[in-house]
């Protein structure tokens, strides 16, 4: 009977423990004439986040997708974004991510062309606003997507919403 209470009294602690908590947000995916185009659901795991990217009306090709340092996303060129977030020593971000690939792909259970949908995980990126490392600061941030996996012209941005 001891070693039964003193079990119970073990797994009722653990599962008591609050410092796992759960940091997530979201945005929503805009193009330069203010259309929704897609989103993107980041939930913070470890020591990054994953992003759930779905995309709808890009040509198949490859882009670049960077986070940026400004939550804003005005139209038509997002210039209200900033430039790109987390400056590493090294010259790199930590908000770029590897060029996305649209492809042209018919569903063989639909028919219909297949919509951009990837979960994507970038280290040193977290939500949780008393981190270094959050995105989720005074102004916010935004991910942008560019023309070309190059970078270029700046066509679709999403605002990055903190989810509490």
Not at 23 to 41: H, L, P, R, Y
Not at 44 to 69: D, K, T, V
Not at 126 to 132: A, F, G, I, Q
């Amino acid at each position: 009977m001891n070693k039964l209470l003193i079990m119970l009294s073990f797994l009722l602690c653990v599962s008591c423990n609050n410092s796992s908590d759960v940091f997530m947000a979201n945005g929503i995916f805009i193009d330069s004439q203010n259309k929704q185009i897609g989103t993107v659901e980041i939930i913070e795991q470890g020591f990054g986040s994953n992003f759930r990217i779905h995309l709808e009306s890009l040509l198949p090709g490859a882009y670049a997708m960077h986070i940026h340092e400004k939550g804003i996303c005005d139209t038509p060129e997002f210039t209200s974004s900033g430039g790109h977030h987390g400056l590493r020593a090294d010259g790199s971000f930590s908000g770029d991510f590897n060029p996305i690939y649209v492809k042209n792909d018919v569903s063989k259970y639909t028919g219909k062309i297949k919509k951009f949908n990837q979960i994507i995980f970038l280290e040193d990126i977290l939500l949780n606003p008393d981190s270094e490392l959050t995105i989720i600061d005074e102004d916010g941030s935004s991910i942008i997507i560019h023309e070309n996996y190059n970078g270029g012209r700046r066509i679709a941005c999403a605002k990055i919403i903190y989810s509490k």
